[in-house]
């Protein structure tokens, strides 16, 4: 648990090998507070009791295998004997404040660190915050139950129930629905099947589709579905321009397509569509054989088995050229056997396929290329020349009963006269579609894509100052599938973190909440900066009294703000941001979005947001301020744009349909992205990932210097076989496309037999089987098997040491390296690269 100490407050600590907790315990309306420490004393002007019976602890810890963080709850235990004659501290539970606003009972608390010759409360480290949640009175001692403010935003999600009003009359909802959460979808859900498949997409029957929520009919007849709790990437008119809407015919136990609807509304406040009542359905088919092949002349197919492989990157391709030649092939389709669907309910058979020609050397060829069957009285035609992605409709079916009996279609390239010319032909895929009316209502399961990257991803560069540029910088509006991403999307808009604006009038439209003086002008839709009068001085002031929130002492806050330049100041001028902050922070002013992170300042509840220009030497100048946010710090945003490059490639998909533990979620999607979620002691959350390599620390600790020997163990050497167990893992597999209920979908093993032999353990017995409920791309998959397996293949080295005041701002996470270890560690180096079958060994340490 990282306590951030400055430099001079080290340097007095160790000077005076002295540390004690200073307490303010906040009570009534908050404007006050009792003063509590280990011993009688005084401190920046306040008079503190020494009634604390022990220093508070607080620590945090972080579970490498089930990615899991747990953070201690601090307590306060209070000396309860007599203070003065008559007094207890228990007596003033409940009676200080006023009125009915008394007690310490979920009231703020702040606990610093104190040292000799720092002589403000600013000055200190913070050591917790948060809300006493809990008072025990036990005889002589009263112990305060405290709950750090790491922990309040952290309240379930996907916990919005549909009610009578979300009903499509508004009145009547569906018993199946009554008491369903509006889901949260995140990531690529589209089903990979017919002509919604994208040229480069793998046709695939399995499912990765979400759940709709029926709504019932509306006004018009129409039955409504809410496919999920927010705007859809994927969802835009209706189903010429949206992603596909399925559903499972139970009596073929086959997905099918719906065929037609309207996007009713998709918005922040959710996704609903519409369709008719008796809307038909696509069922598509791969044929399942070839059943002839016939050639003339130097016609011939090549690949043929890529017409039917279901996938649409890859083409069989007949090189026929000359006159007199031809290739011909006939595709089998199976019998289409639903018994409950008269022929009646059936309205098109149809095969379809992507397929084009080139013409290497362009002549005045008479070719005919035909995909057709005589038998059932259907022609088409299919060309086209150049690449195309398109998806061609090649013929239809003259009888509906041909999808009971089975179809073949034939593949013909017949080059009738030749003038010349070289002419290839390419058919990459080719299937059937039978389009028909289900006997009964069918459940809607949408194959879309879910949630929309948002646009507070936007801005998120090193131009902005940030350290690195998010993955998804500037790609608002596109699918967020990144790990990190969505993991960002959950703090921010299902937990609102990062969203407590403290300024009014943030974009000068109105600007009666600012003050100005000097060359600074807010009364053009911006604040102004223009070089006049000799000066370029001024300031920007929103008081106090005219902010939206006051602030939380010693808390992380940031200032986002826009950038505007005429021209650039010259001399030496400044701007600084003052009052709301800590210390002076200054305030860049070239043309951009510009990050500004900060600590506040003690007083921020009553200090003016001022940001002031000071020069003398300048001598011209011109540019603007607008869009300026004060916001407070819940999450680190430049945490998760590194981690995001971190596992850049990486592609998560998944759905929320019932209410979830935002840290339990966390901690599992971490441990299917290497990441790793906790909260500081300020309550500013941070994210890392756990990387291939490493070659630099931020800290080098002496151990000759720590406080107790270290003591030096290693994780266990039995077999790993479930993602939270334990263990070595030699050989490793990722289960992954869950639909709900099943792993669809598993990856080629990969193991370590040096390993196996080493530990003395058989393939079986460290054999993990990893199940992702939140990969569904294989590539992604892939990825977390490579990284599960070189983690996880050998034991890794432990140490445990406690350590000086020098070393309280290490952070959980951090990387640091050992100087002077008292011997090996385990036979081996810890102060350079080692090496144990096979696998590098750093000299560097994940706290």
Not at 101 to 113: K, P, T, V
Not at 779 to 790: I, K
Request: with cysteine; proline share 3%.
């Amino acid at each position: 648990m990282s306590l951030p100490v400055s430099a001079a407050w080290r340097a007095a600590a160790r000077q005076a090998r002295d540390v004690r907790p200073l307490v303010r315990l906040y009570y009534g309306d908050e404007s006050s507070y009792l003063t509590l420490s280990t011993h009688d004393m005084q401190h920046d002007g306040t008079e503190y009791r020494g009634l604390l019976l022990e220093s508070p602890q607080t620590d945090l810890a972080g579970n490498m295998t089930t990615h899991k963080i747990t953070s201690n709850i601090t307590s306060l235990k209070v000396n309860n004997l007599e203070y003065k004659p008559g007094g207890r501290f228990s007596d003033l539970i409940e009676t200080v404040g006023a009125g009915s606003d008394i007690g310490f009972y979920n009231r703020w608390y702040e606990i610093r660190l104190w040292t000799k010759d720092i002589t403000t409360w600013t000055g200190l480290p913070h050591l917790s915050a948060g809300k006493v949640i809990d008072i025990k009175q036990l005889g002589d001692e009263v112990e305060l139950i405290l709950e750090e403010n790491n922990q309040p935003k952290f309240v379930d999600i996907a916990d919005t129930l549909l009610v009578a009003a979300d009903a499509a009359d508004g009145v009547h909802l569906p018993v199946t629905s009554e008491g369903k959460v509006k889901q949260f979808v995140g990531g690529d859900h589209i089903l990979h099947v017919g002509d919604t498949v994208a040229s480069t997409a793998t046709s695939s029957y399995k499912n990765n589709l979400t759940k709709a929520l029926d709504l019932g009919f509306d006004a018009s007849g129409n039955q409504r579905w809410l496919i999920s709790e927010h705007k859809m990437e994927g969802m835009v008119t209706d189903e010429s321009d949206s992603d596909g809407l399925w559903s499972v015919d139970s009596e073929t136990n086959r997905l099918v397509e719906l065929s037609a609807f309207t996007v009713e509304q998709n918005t922040s406040a959710g996704c609903i569509i519409s369709h008719a009542v008796g809307v038909e359905f696509y069922d598509y088919w791969l044929p399942t054989k070839m059943q002839d092949e016939a050639n003339e002349g130097a016609g011939d197919w090549g690949n043929d088995d890529r017409m039917r492989d279901g996938v649409f990157t890859t083409s069989s391709e007949s090189a026929a050229g000359d006159t007199g030649d031809r290739s011909v092939i006939e595709l089998a389709f199976p019998a289409w056997d639903n018994q409950s669907v008269a022929d009646a309910q059936i309205s098109e058979i149809s095969v379809w396929a992507r397929t084009y020609y080139d013409e290497i050397n362009p002549g005045t060829p008479v070719v005919v290329f035909k995909m057709d069957n005589a038998a059932d009285g259907g022609t088409g035609d299919c060309k086209a020349n150049g690449v195309s992605t398109a998806i061609y409709n090649v013929f239809n079916f003259v009888s509906a009963i041909s999808a009971r009996i089975g179809s073949s279609v034939r593949v013909d390239n017949n080059v009738v006269t030749d003038d010349a010319d070289d002419y290839d032909v390419f058919v990459y895929q080719v299937y059937k579609r039978i389009t028909y009316l289900p006997t009964s209502q069918l459940t809607i399961l949408p194959g879309a894509r879910g949630y929309e990257t948002p646009t507070y991803l936007d801005n998120r560069a090193t131009t902005e100052g940030y350290t690195e540029t998010h993955v998804d910088n500037d790609n608002s509006g596109a699918l967020a599938e990144h790990p990190i991403t969505i993991q960002e999307i959950l703090l921010r808009d299902l937990l609102s973190f990062n969203t407590d604006e403290h300024l009014n009038e943030n974009d000068f439209t109105t600007h009666a909440k600012w003050d100005v003086t000097g060359v600074v002008d807010d009364t053009g839709n911006d604040a102004d900066w223009t070089f006049a009068g000799g000066s370029l001085n001024g300031t920007l002031i929103q008081t106090a009294a005219n902010r939206l929130l006051k602030g939380i002492a010693g808390r992380k806050q940031f200032l986002k703000y826009t950038v505007a330049v005429t021209t650039p100041p010259d001399g030496d001028f400044t701007l600084v941001l003052t009052g709301v902050s800590e210390s002076p922070v200054s305030v860049p002013y070239t043309a951009g979005v510009h990050y500004l992170p900060f600590i506040a300042a003690a007083d921020i509840d009553t200090a003016d947001f001022v940001i002031t220009s000071l020069e003398t030497t300048s001598t011209v100048g011109e540019f603007t301020l607008d869009g300026i946010h004060l916001l407070a710090m819940d999450y680190d945003e430049d945490t998760y744009n590194i981690a995001s490059n971190d596992i850049s490639a990486w592609l998560h998909a998944f759905a929320l349909t019932e209410p979830t533990d935002p840290w339990k979620l966390l901690a599992e999607l971490g441990q299917n992205s290497r990441s790793f979620t906790w909260p500081q002691p300020n309550g500013v959350v941070k994210i890392k990932v756990l990387e291939d390599t490493y070659s630099a620390s931020v800290r080098t600790i002496d151990l000759a210097q720590a406080i107790s020997e270290p003591k030096f163990t290693r994780t266990s050497v039995k077999g790993k076989k479930k993602n939270n167990t334990e263990g070595i893992a030699t050989k490793v597999e990722v289960q992954y496309d869950f639909d709900g209920s099943k792993y669809q979908s598993v990856t080629t093993f990969s193991q370590d037999t040096t390993q196996q032999l080493k530990y003395g353990l058989l393939a079986a017995e460290s054999y993990l089987k990893f199940q992702s409920k939140y990969i569904h791309s294989s590539a992604t998959a892939n990825l977390l098997e490579d990284y599960l397996l070189a983690q996880w293949k050998q034991p890794h080295n432990l140490v445990e040491v406690d350590l000086g005041i020098d070393h309280l701002d290490i952070d959980f996470a951090d990387i640091v390296e050992f100087s002077n270890p008292p011997y090996k560690v385990m036979g081996e180096t810890i102060t350079a690269n080692a090496t144990r079958g096979g696998q590098t060994i750093y000299p560097y340490w994940w706290i």
